[in-house]
């Protein structure tokens, strides 16, 4: 990997506004309203307490954004003709994604880190192995919706698309019971949705499968395999579709 | 850098569009020679070709005795595009250090500045540059790997006269002995003050190729103008278009035109047994010539 490359990304990445906004400054504050001021947030749910789970969410939220904006940025400036002047270098393809990627990653941990601090520091409990492997499994969805990005970008070319597929992740995250509690038939329409699986894996180990809800006591619950099966296969169809894409843009060069 | 029979076409719906069609080309180095032609020429479809960022459908393309990716990989080649392709939220120095570091052993970053007239604005925001100054920067990354081979894809389209000439000063200054250039462009005036060679395309093939002096004297010869009695145009046109070396003659209510090699023997008879006064005699420009040259293409 091309360490200056990594190091000019990250800062480019790191000092827009706009984007760091939405990736940690915007889950960050939704944590604080939904989770730590409400009375709820005490509330001791599985191995941890209710501000737990929030966090749990909003620090996906954020990475998914992170990775989503990354991935689309870097397909759109492939195609307006950075790719060319890359192409002048002895730069390969490979180095040049798997810097990006490693560029997605590191981004897409700040507003984990940023989130579960200020979870830490305002009463969300976990015992420890749920905030190692929750933050674990939110990288690991953050990683496969970078091709959400990609796709977006090579499929529209343009900055604006990339825009409207991260702000399409505010609806992927209300269905994929991110932001609000969901039940009856809109809670098996979500199962179905990109974000659910993600979210409810990273939350797995918190509650064990059980989901909350805003009655007295948990009525849903998943097994372990229904969030993995969700994550496998979202997986599968946005890496086949930006294969897919990718190639027809080539065709057509 | 040798280009043999190379063909490369574009799909767009249904109907297939040769943008290069078998070029044969030949570049000896240390040479400076530009690549002339109308949009569409073919002119940037051949330079990818060169740097391997597209590849030919049939024929063969070698830069210095190898595939143009490879050159590129070496350092041996490098080229400044055509507008695009800079990330406009990096400063100056930032896509300078970037680019330099892809490579094994480029310039120094601030050298590459010097040369390219970049260094009194390293810090300034790539979308906040000039089109010359982008320009520049584009010409700094060019050199970073020092190449044997610098291509430069309409280096100047947008730029205004100043900055033009700003531009081609730098480029003099920089041309050591030793280093080919090869540019497109579509000003004749550049073509004519900065290379040795014109290779001429229209519509994906050389058109003609030679020194600017030889392009301009093949191409048109010289044009003589005068004015006749309006009653004997016919007469006169068919008297001149029978002279040896004379191309094209014609006439508009009695204003007389005339395209020849020989314009002594036009002038002579104009003036002694047609009748003509006003005579004037002026050399081909390169714009008649490119006019000639690729018109004849197309038709």
Known sequence: ?253 | MSIRGAVKQFRTGGTAFRAVDGLDLEIAQGSIVALLGPNGAGKTTTLDLVLGLTRPDAGEVAVFGDAPRRAVQRGHVSAVLQSGGLLRDLSVRETVTLIASTFEDPLPVGEAMERAGITGISKRKVSKCSGGEQQRLRFALALLPDPDLLILDEPTAGMDVSARREFWDTMRADARSGRTVIFATHYLEEADDFAQRIVMMAAGRVVADGTTAEIRARATGRRVQAYIDPAREADTLATLRALPGVTDATADAGRLDVRTSDSDAVARLLLTELGARDLEIAAGSMDDAFRMLTERTAS
């Open chain 1, 1 to 253: 990997m091309n360490l200056t490359y990594f190091r000019i990304e990250l800062a480019r990445v790191t000092r827009n506004f706009s984007s760091m906004f939405f990736v940690a400054v915007l889950p960050a504050f939704l944590y604080i309203v939904f989770g730590a001021a409400q009375s709820y947030g005490s509330t001791d749910i599985g191995n941890g307490n209710v501000s737990a789970y929030i966090m749990i969410g909003m620090a996906a939220y954020g990475a998914v954004t992170a990775t989503v904006s990354i991935g689309g940025s870097a397909s759109v400036e492939q195609m307006q003709g950075w790719g060319r002047q890359l192409g002048l270098t002895p730069m390969s393809d490979t180095q040049r994604v798997v810097t990006k990627a490693a560029v997605g990653l590191c981004i897409a941990i700040i507003p984990v880190t940023v989130i579960y601090i200020i979870g830490a520091s305002t009463g969300a409990e976990a015992t420890p192995k749920v905030w190692i492997l929750s933050a674990l499994a939110v990288l690991l969805g953050a990683a496969i919706f970078s091709f959400f990005g990609l796709f977006a970008g090579l499929l529209f070319r343009s900055e604006s698309a990339v825009g409207a597929a991260s702000g399409s992740l505010v609806i992927l995250a209300f269905l994929g019971n991110l932001f609000f509690p969901l039940s009856g038939v809109l809670l098996d329409i979500a199962r179905f949705t990109p974000l659910y699986g993600v979210v409810a894996l990273a939350r797995y180990p918190l509650t064990e499968g059980y989901l909350a809800s805003t009655g007295a006591a948990p009525t849903e619950h998943d097994e372990l395999w229904v969030p993995i099966l969700n994550v496998v296969v979202w997986a599968a169809i946005l890496v086949v579709a930006t294969i897919w894409v990718s190639r027809r843009g080539r065709a057509r060069q």
